[in-house]
């Protein structure tokens, strides 16, 4: 900053000296001409013509050598304060990135993945032209401003003050035409965000708009956005249209003041010709200064609100902070004590007071109706989300105090929603693991029993996926989904309803291989299909965030209640398909 600063100063200077400089040449012009004239029919003439050419000669390289060094220093300038700027938005994009990682699962649910990204580009973008172009334009308009008035008011001050009588006006018009702009610029970029929006969920979701034929629909409505966006930039185009030949037109009347004023005083003797032309150049190095006040101006009010923006995720603390011990090794035994847990954003009493024990090694499955809270529980377990009242162990460690980096790396955790990377197969199978050795991708596909699709591919492991896996059909992606969790080796491995897309004999296969990896580790399988979970060491049976049942299969048949129910459902649903 302060090197950049010196050299908008030295740059000043430079583009001041100017003036004086073509003034003394125009006095010289003009002096050298009448003499030129007196001399005619005198052999001296040549003499004075040779002279005269030779000032000319030194006036022309001296301003040419100005503007270079002028240019030089010019360019001194942006590589230093914009170079700044840029290194400024590098860390602070870094810096809202990293600090949105540390934020808890609720902190997305509450704030649209659209949002995040404007914080993260544009208002930081906003930012980096404050700090930036800003910084630089509004020291350069000060400085050039009262160096120039000091040099006009030091030659005449009478002529100074008609040559920027004009400029106050000109002041408040730029003031005003750029706060249109800047609200005129705000409705544009909200409308763009609405168009963006609007496109990115119709393509996402391009299945289900061909499934219902609203194709027509969807092009009516991008139509009308389209058409909103259009009007509103029209709007701004208008604005700017009308405000550059104003200005013009109030620079042209300075100038001519400058040139009407000037002729009285030169024909009175108080000021030379070459006088008028230094001032008509100080009158086009300050219309830059004004004209840009307005602009730097609408800069910083959106910096200031952008960094605002930023300033309300920055200063927002993590619900869910690490422990302080040491990484621990997990074995895999755990323990609910009086749990209970409410959704923050809706107010949904999702756990209540439930009480469980999973001791290593276990093969455990939770059960239950839509909406009884199983995924809450494997949300709990991940420590997604932090218990309202009672306390979750893991191996008779209080899981708050647990480090969670080393917690999580060893949890295993395929998510009912499945979600896959727009990489290649190979990179989110292996998505948990820092390298990759051996056939350890080729093994875990075996394992979720993908491997045989995956091989069909023509570019087999290294096949691209579509965004959020695209490519592949619901049942593939799931079993993809399982390769990733199996390809850690977990010491606790979580399924949340994730073999609901797979047929039955997949289904078996998967459940197979897993006894085989899993022996001796804990398994928490949550599922519908009853026939999925029968061969657990322990069912737990959830209902509104209870558990009303808990045993094995057989125990739970004997107690004659809700799961034996729900056992006799679905076997009368197979019966009639």
């Not at 009175?268 to 008509?280: C, H, L, Q």
């Not at 899993?518 to 209870?546: C, F, P, Q, W, Y």
């Amino acid at each position: 900053m302060i090197p950049g600063i010196t050299f908008v100063i030295i740059s000043i200077i430079f583009q001041i000296l100017q003036a004086p400089v073509v003034g003394h040449a125009f006095n010289l012009i003009t002096e050298n001409i009448a003499i030129y004239q007196m001399f005619a029919g005198f052999d001296r003439q040549q003499i004075i013509y040779d002279i005269f050419s030779t000032n000319l000669l030194f006036f022309g390289a001296l301003i040419l050598f100005i503007y270079m060094l002028r240019g030089m220093f010019l360019f001194f300038m942006r590589q230093t304060i914009i170079l700044m700027s840029r290194h400024i938005e590098f860390d602070l994009k870094n810096e809202i990135y990293a600090h949105y990682q540390k934020l808890s699962l609720g902190f997305f649910r509450r704030n649209n993945t659209g949002d995040l990204m404007n914080r993260a580009t544009e208002d930081v973008n906003r930012v980096r032209m404050y700090v930036g172009p800003a910084i630089m334009y509004t020291t350069n308009t000060v400085i050039l401003f009262f160096v120039a008035l000091f040099f006009m008011f030091s030659v005449n001050a009478k002529l100074a003050f008609y040559a920027i009588l004009p400029l106050p006006i000109l002041v408040v018009i730029v003031y005003y035409v750029n706060t249109l702009i800047n609200q005129k610029s705000e409705q544009i970029q909200a409308q763009l965000s609405r168009l963006s929006s609007f496109v990115q969920e119709r393509f996402s979701g391009i299945r289900v708009v061909k499934s219902y034929v609203r194709e027509q629909q969807a092009q009516d409505i991008f139509a009308e956005e389209s058409i909103s966006y259009k009007n509103k930039s029209m709007d701004l185009v208008k604005v700017q249209a009308l405000f550059f030949p104003t200005m013009l037109l109030l620079v042209g009347i300075s100038t001519i003041l400058t040139i009407y004023i000037g002729g009285k005083q030169v024909i009175d003797g108080a000021i030379t010709p070459g006088n008028i032309a230094e001032f008509i150049i100080y009158i086009n190095l300050l219309t830059f200064p004004v004209t840009m006040l307005g602009w730097v101006t609408t800069l910083v009010q959106r910096a200031a609100a952008s960094q605002k923006r930023i300033n309300e995720f920055l200063g927002l603390k993590p619900d869910i902070v690490s422990g302080n011990q040491e990484k621990v090794n997990v074995n895999g035994k755990i323990s609910f004590n009086n749990v209970s847990f409410t959704y923050p954003d809706t107010g949904i009493n999702a756990i209540k007071n439930v009480s469980f024990d999973i001791e290593q090694g276990q093969f455990v499955a939770i059960i239950g109706r839509t909406g009884s809270g199983k995924s809450t529980l494997a949300n709990l377990i991940m420590r997604m989300y932090d218990t309202d009242a009672g306390e979750i162990k893991i191996d008779e460690l209080n899981l708050k105090n647990i480090n969670l980096s080393s917690y999580r790396d060893q949890v295993g955790f395929v998510p009912q929603e499945v979600f896959l990377f727009s990489d290649t197969i190979k990179n989110n199978i292996a998505f948990g693991l820092s390298e990759i050795k051996g056939d350890q991708v080729e093994q875990a596909a075996k394992n979720a029993a993908v491997y045989n699709n995956i091989v069909d591919f023509d570019l087999k492991f290294e096949t691209m996926l579509g965004e959020r896996g695209i490519t592949l059909s619901g049942g593939q992606k799931q079993r993809v989904s399982i390769a990733r969790a199996l390809i850690k080796e977990p010491k606790i491995l979580i399924f949340d309803d994730c073999l609901s897309a797979v047929d039955t004999k997949t289904e078996e296969e998967i459940l197979g291989n897993l006894g085989k990896i899993m022996k001796g580790k804990t398994s928490i399988l949550i599922a519908h299909r009853i026939s999925t979970i029968k061969n657990a060491d322990k069912i737990i049976v959830l209902e509104d965030g209870e558990i009303i049942e808990q045993g094995t299969h057989q125990q739970l048949l004997n107690n004659q209640k809700v799961y034996a129910e729900m056992y006799e459902n679905q076997l009368l649903e197979e019966e009639n398909t």
